[in-house]
């Protein structure tokens, strides 16, 4: 079943990194205003902030903070390049920059 709703076409985008002992899921997915972007963080049981910043020099930045389950939410995204910075515990994990709004395969 769950491959099956994987196979059915979707205007979410689901991307998954392993950094530093955790699993990290995005899932970007068209808005009214916007994209909104969700995630979890899966790993050591530590709460933390993730940071969505435009990867232009000086790009404006947006904050989220995680719950006691590791998720968090982004709302109001614009299409453009980002940069996510997820400080969990004594750990900065930066992501390499993730595409918002274009189209994927």
């Known amino acids: 079943?769950?491959?099956?709703?994987?196979?059915?076409?979707?205007?979410?985008?689901?991307?998954?990194?392993?950094?530093?002992?955790?699993?990290?899921?995005?899932?970007?997915?068209?808005?009214?205003?916007?994209?909104?972007?969700?995630?979890?963080?899966?790993?050591?049981?530590?709460t933390g902030e993730v940071e969505l910043r435009a990867a232009t020099e000086g790009g404006s930045a947006q904050l989220a903070t995680m719950d006691d389950m590791g998720e968090f939410r982004l709302e109001g995204v614009r299409r453009g390049s980002y940069v996510f910075t997820l400080r969990v515990g004594a750990d900065e994990i930066v992501l390499p920059p993730v595409e918002v709004g274009d189209r994927w395969v």
Not at 19 to 24: E, H, S
């Open 1 to 46: 079943l769950a491959a099956g709703m994987r196979s059915a076409a979707s205007s979410t985008r689901f991307l998954l990194y392993s950094v530093k002992g955790r699993d990290i899921d995005l899932r970007i997915t068209p808005a009214a205003a916007g994209f909104e972007v969700a995630g979890q963080v899966l790993g050591p049981d530590e």
